[in-house]
């Protein structure tokens, strides 16, 4: 069976950096889009940052010029790195690939979210 680990969360004081990854095991044919969202309580889940498969790449305007996503294809990996951070940035962030099992069909998946804390 297919499963995301994500990893990187934690609690970080504001300015400060953290790196979340986000890990593709089992059987896969191909990875198309890769992506992070967040979800902050209350609120809806948002698409924060995604990369295609030709690596061009979409950011929320609030995360601009201080998260950047990259991906690995041979590690079938995703990274995010987010720099100076700030307390809105709290949140469970999630990360979504676009497979391909068998090669002509495609699925979403999920990983199980990781915790970003960010403290003033």
């Known amino acids: 069976q297919v499963q995301l680990v994500e990893s990187g969360g934690g609690l970080v004081q504001a300015g400060e950096s953290l790196r979340l990854s986000c890990a593709a095991s089992g059987s896969i044919f191909r990875i198309n889009d890769m992506g992070w969202y967040r979800q902050a309580p209350g609120a809806q889940r948002e698409l924060i940052a995604r990369?295609?498969?030709?690596?061009?790449?979409y950011y929320l305007p609030s995360v601009k010029g201080r998260f950047t996503m990259s991906r690995d294809n041979a590690k079938n990996t995703a990274h995010l790195q987010m720099n100076s951070l700030k307390p809105e940035d709290t949140a469970v962030y999630y990360c979504?690939?676009?497979?391909?099992?068998?090669?002509?069909?495609?699925?979403?998946?999920w990983g199980q979210g990781t915790q970003v804390t960010v403290s003033s």
């Open positions: 979504k690939f676009t497979v391909r099992t068998v090669p002509t069909l495609d699925s979403d998946l």
């Open positions: 990369i295609s498969s030709l690596g061009n790449t």
